[in-house]
C-alpha cells in the first residue's frame, strides 16, 4: 500500500490515530492524505413561488481559512520525518460513504480512522458508529484505531477465519499482502467455537491442510477458542495471544439484511479496543 487516507474531525481520538498513521506510512513508505470533512454553510434566497437554498459563498471561505489553520496545525503535531505528507478540506460529503470522496485522493488503498466506539444504545447500538458505517461501506479496507492503541512494529497478527466460507483464502491472502513491509510477523489463524457454531475438529484440520496448499506463509499458525460468543472469543483471544493487530474480513450488508443480522466486525469495531484492519468483501444484500 503506498496512498494512505486519514479522516480526521481534529478530536484526541483523531490525533491518537493520526500519529498512529503516520507511523504506518513511514513504515509502508507510503504518502499519507489528511482529510477534514465539513458541512458548507447555505442561505435561503426567497423567488417568487418559493425559496432556494445557496451556498453562502463569503462564510464558506471564511470557514474554510479558519479550518485550514486548524488542519495545518494539526498535520504539525505530528513529528512525520520521511512522509509525504497531503492536506485536504472537503465539503458537502458524508464520512461513511467513502465513494463520494475517494476519486480525490487517486490510489488510495487504506483509510486510517480514529474510533471511540459506541457508549450507548442511541450511539452504536441502534444506529451504528461512523466508523461502523465506515467499515460497512468502504470500497477500501478500513483500519480502526481505538484511544490508547499506540503504534509498534507487528510481531503477530489475528485473524479469525470461517472455515466454511468461501471468500476466507482472499481474506488470509489479502492479510499476508498487507503484512509484506514488516518481517517475521507471526499470523494466528482464529477460530471461534460458539454454542451455536461449532467446528469439529475433522472439519478444521481439512481447512487448514487445503489452506496449506494455496496460501504460503511460513509463520502461520492456527488456533481454537471457545466462548459464548464470537466477540467475546475474540477478545479472550486478542488478551492471551498479545497480538498487535486484529484484522477481519466483512461482508457489506445493506438495508434489512443489516438491520437483522448486522456485521461481527462492525460489532468488534464498536465494542473492543484493538487496532482492526477490516477488508471488505462480498456484498450480502
Known amino acids: 500500500m503506498k496512498t494512505l487516507l486519514h479522516l480526521t474531525d481534529f478530536s484526541e481520538t483523531a490525533r491518537n490515530a493520526y500519529a498512529y498513521a503516520i507511523a504506518l506510512a513511514r513504515q509502508m513508505g507510503a504518502t499519507l492524505h489528511v482529510a477534514h470533512i465539513y458541512d458548507r454553510p447555505y442561505a435561503s434566497i426567497a423567488y417568487q413561488g418559493g425559496l432556494s437554498a445557496v451556498i453562502d459563498a463569503a462564510l464558506d471561505q471564511k470557514i474554510r481559512e479558519e479550518l485550514k489553520k486548524l488542519l495545518t496545525e494539526y498535520s504539525a503535531a505530528v513529528p512525520a520525518e520521511g512522509v509525504s505528507i497531503h492536506l485536504h478540506l472537503w465539503g458537502d460529503v458524508t464520512v ?7 476519486d480525490k485522493v487517486p490510489g488510495a488503498e487504506l483509510i486510517v480512522v480514529g474510533t471511540r466506539g459506541a457508549t450507548s444504545i442511541w450511539h452504536g447500538g441502534l ?58 510477523v507471526k499470523l494466528v489463524l482464529l477460530v471461534v467455537n460458539t454454542p451455536y457454531v461449532f467446528y469439529d475438529t475433522a472439519s478444521i484440520e481439512k481447512f487448514i491442510a487445503e489452506l496449506r496448499e494455496k496460501v ?13 460468543s464470537v466477540e467475546e472469543g475474540l477478545r479472550q483471544a486478542m488478551e492471551s495471544e498479545k497480538a498487535d493487530l486484529l484484522a477481519m474480513g ?35 444484500d
Open 96 to 102: 461513511w460513504r467513502p465513494a463520494a470522496y475517494l
Open 127 to 184: 444506529f451504528g458508529t461512523n466508523t461502523a458505517r465506515l467499515i460497512r461501506h468502504s470500497p477500501i479496507p478500513v483500519l480502526a484505531i481505538h484511544p490508547g492503541n499506540a503504534y509498534k512494529p507487528f510481531q503477530k497478527v489475528l485473524l479469525p477465519v470461517d472455515i466454511f466460507d468461501e471468500s476466507t483464502l482472499s481474506v488470509v491472502q489479502r492479510t499476508i499482502d498487507f503484512l509484506q513491509p514488516w518481517t517475521s
Open 216 to 228: 504460503h506463509y511460513p509463520n502461520m499458525e492456527l488456533k481454537v477458542y471457545n466462548d459464548i
Open 250 to 284: 466483512t461482508h457489506a450488508r445493506k438495508g434489512l439484511a443489516q438491520f437483522l443480522f448486522g456485521s461481527i466486525t462492525e460489532n468488534v469495531a464498536q465494542h473492543l479496543s484493538y487496532p482492526l484492519l477490516s477488508f471488505p468483501l462480498a456484498s450480502k
